[in-house]
């Protein structure tokens, strides 16, 4: 699987990265031609209220249903199996008071890893358990939720703030793993996504009000 060398990646780039390890250095810039300045939608931080809070709510079922898919151990087991201590999803390290051009930004990088490990999860599943039409739905349906909210969080970064450029790192693929790695893996990333939502929604939905 190629890896984008390290550098910038603007933002076109990165909405069309889907199902690979990517890594880009940080280099925010200004810029009077934003991509997507055209393309925002009508009341744009409401429709990012309720994606956050939407992908809060159904987080965890998500993970319950991806473990009684797997069957066994992860259903009896997932405590040993899904630890996340190993899944490093981008640090969330924003409160109430950090300033909202700092709290999209992580938004972005949170959810650009997200999108990119959905991708991989959905992938094996589609290749692992086919016939899991429900788990394959809501996988499908988290994925268009989190793609929307990185497009909406695009044009909230060129918009108000002319940062047209971010420092992305996702995770490593399990496209060479065996079944069994490739099952835990996406147990341990759901499990640490439904830990990771619940803290970004706590912090991130007084952001998003109007100011």
Request: proline share 5%.
């Amino acid at each position: 699987m190629r890896l984008i060398p390290a550098g910038v990646v603007p933002f076109v780039a990165l909405l069309l990265l889907q199902r690979r390890p990517v890594s880009g250095r940080a280099l925010l810039g200004t810029s009077s031609a934003c991509p997507t300045n055209g393309l925002c939608r009508a009341n744009v931080l409401e429709q990012t209220r309720r994606q956050v809070a939407l992908l809060n709510a159904t987080a965890q079922d998500l993970f319950s249903l991806y473990l009684k898919c797997q069957g066994e151990p992860f259903s009896s087991e997932s405590d040993r199996l899904c630890s996340p201590s190993g899944i490093f999803f981008p640090p969330f390290h924003v409160n109430r008071t950090t300033e909202r051009k700092e709290v999209m930004v992580a938004m972005y990088k949170l959810f650009a890893f997200l999108n990119a490990s959905l991708g991989n999860i959905t992938r094996d599943q589609e290749e692992l358990n086919p016939m899991a039409k429900e788990l394959l739905n809501r996988l499908h349906n988290t994925t268009k939720t989190t793609r929307g909210l990185i497009s909406n969080l695009t044009c909230l970064l060129c918009k108000h703030y002319n940062i047209f450029q971010v420092d992305v790192s996702y995770g490593e693929s399990s496209k060479d793993k065996s079944a069994f790695k490739k099952k835990q893996q996406g147990c341990q990333v759901l499990r640490k996504y439904v830990q990771v939502i619940a803290q970004a929604a706590r912090v991130l939905l007084p952001h998003l009000s109007p100011a």
